[in-house]
């Protein structure tokens, strides 16, 4: 009886759990019930994908009204892979934000961040598992909603001003997505996306497919901070409450990539006339631009919030190659990225989060030395800094040799080795960062601090030690990301 | 041009309001260009939903031609979607003013830190450089 | 200073002769001639030896600088 | 049989103790210090030889743990490295070098060790980090750095050669090659930068001196016979190797001879010795490359233990300039044995493993009748005498003391140079130890008397040479601009020219000048602060962007 309806229980756990936690009005209670909510989704994910790995594709009516009318969640090799990923961040960040929460916010609104937070899994997991592209809208404004409140909860007052920006952009971000939508509505009379791809094959013009396309890349361009796209970002991780950074890092971005590659593939690569023309050259640019631009202005920011936000869109730059790459191996490769970087940014941001907790800064300078007297916090924001370089070990290297692979496959060896320069890079923000940590003398905000927490310290190491674990045992995500990529290319049906 | 009113209306209202998003520098004004160019996306899907002699899309048996219903309701979630963003941006704005004393966007850049702190390290940084490379 | 140094040379070159002379009542199993000839391994190692001083002199003239690295 | 044994490799024993380390307290620290060594030490010799375990990975045939005869030379070296290391520094107070020395050790038998081409890199890259480490663990952060981006470099260069040669179909076995393609160009490239080649190999002279003086003996063994080690496995016989080494010979020879400070003229030596090696790898014959192999475990004997009596003056005096030092004989007399054992193996004393090595690769080049580099090479032989038997030992050792020797050598690091006393003087008088390890070369011979006549006489030659010159090679305070002046100093000198250049410019020019160097200025000034504000974009600029490239969108689609 739950097995059949696994997909909408993942969306309906959070959704009941955000209204019972604004009922509670209390923040211990609003805390328990979002950790037994998201404990819930992961279980409810993991069923989900050993499902899908057992029998294939679920669809799943709800109402039980059929695709033409009703809205289809449909699960398949992709959507459970990073319906995973959402499910193990989730529970993480919720047994790490307790602490870092009564630290950040005023205890009259705690029951409401937790509302927001559970309001953004919902609304992340909705963009994931519908295959409804307007519930997808939907879905995406109920989780985009929930980010701006959470970024505005933030202590500091450009926390206001991130979230306004981030709440312009992804505004306009949403309505472009849900124009090109409404063209694809318009030439093919549905919304589902199923039944979209089985119309587009017999679709005479293409115009406005193309015009389409355009909307919905650009559109869901915005939301997962593609270069030059991506300005509201670090702020918006900058300032953000660092639970709630933690949250957006590792999934946010995440979610709207799977959708972009979900419409570049499933939608559009049914399509012969608007297939591969316009996205693969723009986007390895865009890629490229972002690998080594965004990163270089991760080099010269003093917040590590900031940098590690910057370090982001550089990294989204990889993922976006992977798909750019249109290959399975280089799908493979961003969709590893993808999830890696979701497990290391993760930590790092945890690790950011517990290093505010015990001194109450980010800055670089000021943390000088702060590897002394928290070295498991500092160690665990050295491992994922390793990741974000691609230092053999780490899950990163894994992603990134599967992207340089791809970039050979696709008969561009000179891909291949600016994806190697651009590691360099990462090598010198990463390195600075380990300098100060480790090697300064104590400044005055190390020597005050001692070690985070248990309760941070336990699902920041568990993203650390995952990074290193998937480093050296790549075969369960590779074998993921590679069923998702050859799903996503149609090699399988 | 009759024919494709409907479209022009519809482009007309979405360029106007991602330009006054673009354009201006007061963010209630940017506010209102957002739910302007949010409505012309509402346009964009119910014009189409019309049937020439339809009537509305209630069911009754005497009615045959009707138009076409599922538009409707998705642009009810929109609009819906749409005032929540208005209401939480305007939050947002009523706050800024609050903490910045002003709604101008430019001013608000302007007033927040890195901008000064980064032109001292500029500064010291190329000052120590030539400092360095005379000695 | 010099006249021990002079003793010293002298000894080195009387020892040398006498293994030259020695050496020249062995048997040499050599690989390309010329090293199977009494006395090679004198004779070369001198030049050899002799070589390696004036390049590396010479190059030290050019190269050398007093002083230490600013970067060191 | 290796399946006895499991994952259980000598780099997992080092790594993961050198990871534990940090976590362990005094006395526990110091024998986890000492015993993983010994453990992987151990470990190298009872791993049967055989094919090893292959496990795929992400779809290719793996194989970490590959013990064959080459392997176990190598392990052997770099694990005697390890324990004699680990025994002389155990004294050391940084916990850091100590951990990440084991580290470094553990990826140097995870090199020798690595059956294919993905497991060699990542071994590879955990070598530059730990040695790197070792370096930085000292303080000099700049040394450090210069060491590190250059490995990055080389590790750069290696991971694009294996790539290009995975995707090449050439598969990731590890398996002898020719660099007849780009890939393997860069393959062998990124491999001699590690082997200190000409002309990148001035990174050596300069970074292990920065090390401490436990920290130098470390970095003196592994890095770069790790990388004659691959070259013996990848390119043997590359005719290209036989003129880099010989350059490497000659380069480490010249500036051993012009150089003052102890650990510096050692690691100008390294490169020297090393030269011979990568000579022995381009021959490619079997006898030749068993040779290399044997050399490198003589040089890593006796490399680590002058090391070892360097580091001892360094900590008894604080001093290792020639020209400040002197009549340590006296003083330090077992630390003086130690340094003329030492340099008497490397200049192939007869009764020295040294000797044996080196006979077996000039062996094997007049086996290869490769006359021209038979000769060279006895020459550069003859020439290494001068520094490091003569030179070395005649300033530190003899003459008037100039350094007072505030510190004796702490018993274990003179049971650590004694050990390695023994363990090069003992196959030097019984060859056939290491003849048993190689057996290729069972046929050179080498304590013949025409043999040891042949060397004698080479050395006192060498000698007369080195009175007679007495006065050209006197230590001198300075030292020897190399390759690296290119990015260590050629910035700096061209700066100031420049802007000089431009005052003068600015003189007759001055509008001219004067806009140049401002709007140059502004630029810089200009893209830090765009860099530094990339996140301070007003709205309006963002949401003109994403129209922007809507409509650029649209266009490309459109045509």
């Known amino acids: 009886m739950i097995a059949t309806h696994l997909p909408v229980l993942l969306i309906l756990a959070p959704l009941l759990g955000a209204i019972l936690a604004a009922l509670s009005r209390n923040g211990v209670a609003a805390w328990l019930i979002g950790l037994v909510a998201s404990a819930l989704t992961a279980a409810v994910a993991f069923a989900l994908l050993w499902r899908v790995q057992a029998e294939g594709v679920i669809s799943y009516r709800i109402g039980g009204w059929a695709p033409e009318l009703g809205i289809e969640y449909r699960v398949d090799a992709v959507n459970a892979f990073i319906v995973v990923l959402v499910g193990i961040v ?105 039944l979209i791809v089985e119309r587009l094959a017999s679709l005479q013009s293409s115009r406005g497919l193309i015009v389409a396309e355009a909307f919905i890349v650009i559109g869901i361009g915005l939301k997962l901070a593609l270069f030059p796209l991506h300005a509201w970002l670090p702020n918006a991780y900058a300032y953000a409450p660092s639970s709630a950074a933690v949250l957006l890092a590792s999934t946010a971005t995440k979610v709207a ?118 070295p498991w916090t500092a160690a665990a924001l050295t491992i994922a800094g390793l990741g974000l370089i691609g230092v053999p070990g780490t899950s990163g290297f894994v992603s990134k040799y599967y992207l340089i692979l791809g970039a050979l496959e696709a008969g561009h060896g000179w891909l291949a080795i600016l994806i190697v320069a651009s590691s360099f890079i990462a090598v010198l923000y990463v390195g600075r960062i380990v300098e100060v940590v480790w090697f300064r003398e104590p400044a005055a905000a190390a020597r005050e601090a001692s070690e985070a927490p248990l309760e941070m310290l336990l699902p920041m190491w568990g993203l650390a030690g995952v990074t290193i674990w998937f480093g050296v045992h790549a075969e369960w995500p590779a074998g993921l990301a590679s069923a998702a990529a050859d799903t996503l290319l149609r090699m399988v049906p | 041009m009759i024919v494709h009113f409907s479209q022009i209306a519809t482009i007309l209202l979405m360029v106007a309001g991602l330009y006054v998003v673009i354009a201006r520098g007061n963010m209630v004004k940017k506010l209102i260009g957002l739910s302007l160019f949010q409505t012309s996306v509402y346009l964009l899907y119910i014009l189409p939903g019309k049937v020439l002699g339809g009537t509305p899309p209630i069911l009754d048996p005497a009615r045959a031609v009707y138009a076409n219903p599922l538009p409707h309701v998705l642009i009810l979630t929109a609009i819906v979607v749409g005032i929540a963003t208005l209401a939480l941006g305007l939050t947002l704005v009523v706050r800024i003013k609050e903490a910045y004393g002003t709604i101008e966007e430019d001013e608000i850049l302007a007033k927040e830190g890195p901008k000064e702190n980064l032109k001292d390290r500029v500064r010291n940084r190329s000052k120590s450089g030539r400092g360095g490379t005379a000695a | 200073m010099t006249a021990t140094r002079l003793k010293i040379l002298l000894a080195l070159v009387a020892l040398l002769a006498l293994l030259v002379v020695a050496d020249s009542f062995v048997t040499h199993h050599a690989s390309f001639g010329i090293d199977g000839t009494p006395g090679f391994a004198a004779w070369f190692g001198l030049l050899g030896a002799a070589a390696a001083v004036v390049i590396a002199y010479g190059w030290g003239r050019l190269m050398r600088r007093p002083g230490e690295r600013v970067d060191d | ?98 951990a990440t020395a084991l580290i470094y050790a553990g990826a140097a038998q995870g090199i020798a060790f690595a059956g294919d081409l993905v497991t060699l890199f990542v071994f590879w890259e955990i070598l530059a980090i730990g040695s790197t480490l070792v370096i930085w663990s000292n303080g000099n952060a700049r040394a450090g750095l210069r060491y590190a981006l250059i490995h990055v470099l080389g590790g750069v260069l290696l991971l694009a050669g294996i790539s290009a040669e995975i995707a090449g179909a050439g598969g990731v076995a590890m398996h002898p090659m020719r660099a007849d393609s780009i890939g393997r160009w860069l393959m062998l490239s990124g491999i001699l930068l590690n082997a200190g080649a000409f002309p990148l190999s001035a990174w050596v002279a300069d970074a292990y ?266 230590p001198k305070a300075g030292f020897t601009l190399d390759v690296d002046w290119l990015w260590r100093e050629l910035p700096r000198l061209v700066v100031p020219r420049w802007r000089s250049n431009l005052d003068k410019l600015r003189l007759s020019l001055s509008a001219v000048g004067e806009g140049l160097s401002q709007g140059w200025s502004a630029f810089r000034e200009e893209t830090l602060r765009r860099l530094t504000l990339a996140g301070n974009w007003p709205t309006g600029q963002i949401a003109f962007w994403a129209t922007a490239l809507l409509a650029i969108y649209v266009l490309i689609a459109a045509l």
Request: net charge positive.
């Open chain 1, 257 to 374: 990539i799977y959708l972009l590659a979900r419409f570049l593939f499933t939608v559009f690569g049914g399509h012969i006339d608007v297939g591969s023309i316009a996205f693969g050259s723009l986007l390895i640019g865009l890629s490229l631009a972002a690998m080594f631009l965004a990163s270089a202005a991760a080099v010269v920011q003093n917040d590590i919030k900031r940098l590690l936000a910057f370090s982001s869109v550089g990294q989204i730059g990889y993922i976006t190659l992977g798909l750019a790459l249109a290959n399975p191996t280089g799908i493979t490769g961003g969709l590893l990225h993808l999830f890696n970087h979701a497990l290391m940014k993760g930590a790092a941001f945890m690790a950011m989060g517990a290093i505010v907790l015990r001194t109450g800064t980010a800055k670089l300078d000021e943390l000088a030395g702060i590897g002394r007297v928290m």
């Open chain 1, 90 to 194: 989730a529970v993480l960040t919720m047994i790490f934000a307790r602490r870092s929460v009564l630290a950040e916010i005023i205890p009259e609104r705690v029951a409401s961040f937790y509302t927001m937070m559970l309001l953004c899994i919902a609304g992340l997991l909705g963009i994931a598992v519908t295959g409804d592209a307007f519930n997808a809208f939907v879905f995406l404004e109920i989780s985009s909603l929930s980010t701006y409140t959470l970024i505005a909860l933030g202590r500091d007052r450009r926390a206001l001003v991130a979230a306004y920006q981030y709440l312009i952009v992804g505004t306009i971000g949403a309505t472009f997505y849900v124009i090109g939508v409404g063209l694809i509505y318009l030439v093919t009379g549905t919304l589902n996306l199923g």
């Open chain 4, 209 to 474: 001196p920065k090390a401490s003086w436990s920290g130098a003996v470390f970095l003196s063994a592994f890095t770069t016979k790790a990388a004659v080690l691959v070259l013996i496995r990848l390119f043997p016989g590359e005719p290209a190797l036989l003129w880099i080494g010989l350059a490497m010979a000659v380069y480490g020879l010249i500036y051993a001879l012009l150089e003052n400070d102890i650990r510096k003229l050692l690691s100008y030596s390294i490169v020297g010795q090393v030269g011979f090696m990568v000579v022995a790898v381009g021959v490619g014959t079997p006898l030749a490359l068993a040779a290399a192999a044997l050399h490198a475990l003589a040089h890593i004997l006796y490399k680590s233990l002058l090391m070892m009596a360097a580091g001892s003056i360094l900590r008894a005096t604080g001093e290792t300039r020639l020209s400040a030092l002197g009549g340590l004989a006296r003083s330090m007399p077992f630390t003086a044995v130690a340094m003329l054992i030492g340099g008497l193996s490397l200049a192939a004393l007869p009764l020295t493993a040294g000797f044996v090595s080196k006979s077996a690769i000039l062996a094997a080049l007049a086996e290869d009748q490769a006359r021209f580099y038979w000769f060279a090479l006895s020459a550069v032989s003859a020439g290494s005498f001068l520094y490091i038997g003569l030179k070395l030992p005649w300033f530190a050792l003899f003459g008037a003391p100039r350094a007072t020797v505030a510190l004796e050598p702490a018993t274990s690091m003179k049971a650590a140079m004694g050990l390695l006393c023994v363990l090069i003087l003992g196959p030097g008088c019984f060859p056939g130890w290491l003849m048993e390890l190689a057996p290729e070369i069972a046929g050179v011979p080498i304590l013949t008397i025409d043999h040891i006549l042949f060397q004698i006489l080479m050395l006192i030659a060498a000698s007369c040479i080195f009175v007679g010159a007495w006065p050209l090679l006197q």
């Open chain 4, 1 to 98: 049989m290796t399946e006895t044994f499991g994952p259980l490799s000598p780099a997992v024993i080092l790594i993961v103790a050198g990871l534990l380390l940090p976590l362990l307290k005094g006395g526990l620290r110091n024998g986890l210090f000492l015993a993983a060594p010994v453990a992987a030490l151990a470990l190298v010799w009872a791993l049967p030889l055989g094919p090893g375990i292959a496990i795929d990975w992400l779809g290719m045939q793996l194989v970490p743990l590959a013990p064959d005869r080459m392997a176990r030379i190598f392990g052997t070296a770099f694990g005697i490295a390890a324990v004699t290391g680990a025994l002389y520094g155990i004294s050391q107070s940084s916990g850091l070098e100590k």
